[in-house]
């Protein structure tokens, strides 16, 4: 089965020189020459042989330069049509008309048939083309890994790549609260703990405690009240230097500018969408071209005349114009692709920017989290310290000698009566 879809053939512009449509010279073409009309219903020659194209009709004379077809803003296809001119050059008119037709198709479809549309984005087939290289290897990329969409959670919508962007950095600025939250937590435990400290060290229990042992109580009571001390500046701390950074880094603002990438690249999609709507219409329109195109030729194979084949000069010349209107649209789509690409680069290696700015953000005051719970210990130590050596040095014959000093009744012992 013959695959067939549409034709494009751009028309050449011949110099003021230019020869008429009609052959007025009845000799014969010199050896491997072949002349052919345009749509327009120029005429024109191809020498098989060199592939030399001229609007004059070639002279039989070795002499005699031929003037080269000339046109300005040249189509991609003049040197295809050329080349199929002198290819096709042994077939009847109408049988070449229909050979330029399938090949000109195949042409502009061969590239399509490794190329896959998802949502109006291009990606070539898998396993098809030359192999793609990671823009940044082993980096593992924000620009590398969210090109196609995919389903949310719930599998009932399709998600772009860019929004699995800009949720992760929603996600992380929620738990960025999240641990500010915490942290405040933790601040009301000690400051709850630092106020029961406090409260507890003027406890008058065993205030009566005396010597040694009582002198080591006081201080006990005492570094209660230090330690609380300690753990209210420890929760102060923790709300200006941990607190209140994570509460601050990337404000409002931040969602405001999320925004700001989102509705861009957005834009851009909407646009590529539109681009690829016209690309389709327009290959509609080449498609629809080319069958009126066939018919008339089919047309003409039966019934010779004038007016048949000023048919196919109109349907030749509105297919060249479809052809220009598809290729005018695939550039255009081709360029917004380009656009939203670069953008998709620069834009998701700027998200990828932020979010390693916000763990290092986070890092950094979660470890002056650490490093002021380890200063709260060592301040706690150093006030044990002296209390420590303080019940170390409890000496219970000493006690016993300061309170007997301090309460004797009296150090004369009874004796035995005398008779």
Sequence with gaps: KVE????IIYPFTPESSAAPTEETDSRPLPPGWSSYITPEGLRYYVNSSSKE?????????????????????????????????????????????????????????????FLLQINCVTF???????EQQLLKPDEWSYCDYFWTDRKDPQGTTLVTGFEVLLQKQLKGKQLQKEMAEFIHERIKIEEEYAKNLSKLSLSPL????????????????????????????????LHTEVEK???TFRGDNFKKDLKKYDHHIADLRKQLASRY??????????????????????????????KTEEDIKKARRKSTQAGDDLMRCVDLYNQTQSKWFEEMVTTSMELEKLEVERIEWIQQHLR???????????FNQSMVEPVDQLLQNVDPAKDRELWVKENKTGDVRPVDMDI
């Excluded at 067939?4 to 034709?7: E, N, S, T, V």
């Excluded at 070539?124 to 030359?130: A, K, N, Q, V, W």
């Excluded at 002056?368 to 060592?378: I, K, N, S, V």
Aim: contains cysteine.
């Design 277 to 306: 709507a016209s690309v389709e219409k327009a290959r509609k329109a080449l498609a629809d071209r080319q069958k009126d195109l066939e018919v008339k030729t089919q047309q003409l194979e039966i019934k010779l005349s004038n």
């Design 53 to 113: 194209t001229t609007w004059r009709r070639p002279s039989s004379s070795a002499e005699a330069p031929q003037r080269p077809l000339a046109r300005q803003n040249s189509s991609p296809y003049d040197k295809t049509l050329t080349l199929l001119a002198s290819t096709f050059s042994f077939l009847p008119a109408a049988l070449q008309q229909l050979c330029f037709s399938w090949v000109i198709t195949r042409h502009l479809s061969v590239s399509s048939r």
């Design 4 to 7: 067939r879809a549409f034709i």
């Design 206 to 237: 065993a205030a009566q405690e005396e010597g040694t042992l009582g002198e080591a109580w006081t201080q006990l009571k005492k570094s209660l009240h230090d330690e609380a001390e300690v753990h209210l500046k420890f929760s102060n701390k």
């Design 245 to 247: 950074p994570l509460l």
């Design 368 to 378: 002056q989290y650490t490093t002021l719970r380890h200063e709260t210990d060592m």
């Design 124 to 130: 070539p087939l898998p396993g098809e083309g030359p």
